[in-house]
């Protein structure tokens, strides 16, 4: 798909998706969660950069396992 791309969404959506997506990004992402973003992983949850991580909280950053 050539060119610039935009959509609104006035509602909910769900989306499911029964093998992999895989997402390529030659720019930046960035998305913007007006309340909580949660993440959940049946295995394993993997981050990895050639630069730095920045984490950044109002309150509290906590790690457990």
Do not use: C, H, P
Not at 28 to 34: D, F, G, I, Q, T
């Amino acid at each position: 798909m050539g060119g610039d791309k935009s959509v609104k969404i006035s509602n909910n959506l769900s989306s499911s998706i029964g093998g992999n997506r895989v997402e390529n990004i030659k720019g930046n992402k960035s998305e913007v969660v007006e309340r909580t973003l949660d993440i959940q992983s049946t295995k394993e949850y993997n981050i990895s950069t050639q630069s730095q991580m920045n984490f950044n909280a109002q309150d509290n950053i906590l790690f457990s396992t």
